[in-house]
């Protein structure tokens, strides 16, 4: 093989492996936009499974679901006036945290209930999607697609609902 022809081998060898390394290194590192994107849906898992030991709460002290999330909000703030509860009975957040829409929520049965809410991308293997258990016991697992979710969950006894 003539040096000449080799030269351009080892050209478009390299050539080759930095378009692959480009390619492959842009499909791991995430842009602005998903990263964003991103952001947000950590923060509905984080807002829905405040929604979740809400209702365990709520459940526990009245026997039944709530009709819907200003209901449940609602109650749980006033009982909070009469005797002081854990945070996690209380949620903060009942909306959408970028497009300000409420969350989805539905009773589906005596315990059981659903709650609804729209993700920018799927998660994925590595992301925190799983809960550890509050003082209801619930863990609760928030793997998701892209787009509208719905999580079918079941209410259960609170034991520690108080501060004190």
Known sequence: M???NYGIGMATATIFAVAAAIVFGASIIEGPEQQRDRR???IRVTNLNHIGHAV???WSLNGGLPADLPTLKKA?????QQKPLQDHC????TEDPETNEPYSYRRIGDTRFELCAGFALASRQNDDVRTLP???GASREWKHEAGAQCFELTAVETKQLGTD
């Open 2 to 4: 003539p040096k000449r």
């Open 134 to 136: 509050w003082h209801s």
């Open 40 to 42: 947000f849906d950590r």
């Open 76 to 80: 749980m703030e006033d009982f909070a």
């Open 90 to 93: 209380i949620p903060a957040n």
């Open 56 to 58: 365990d709460c709520y």
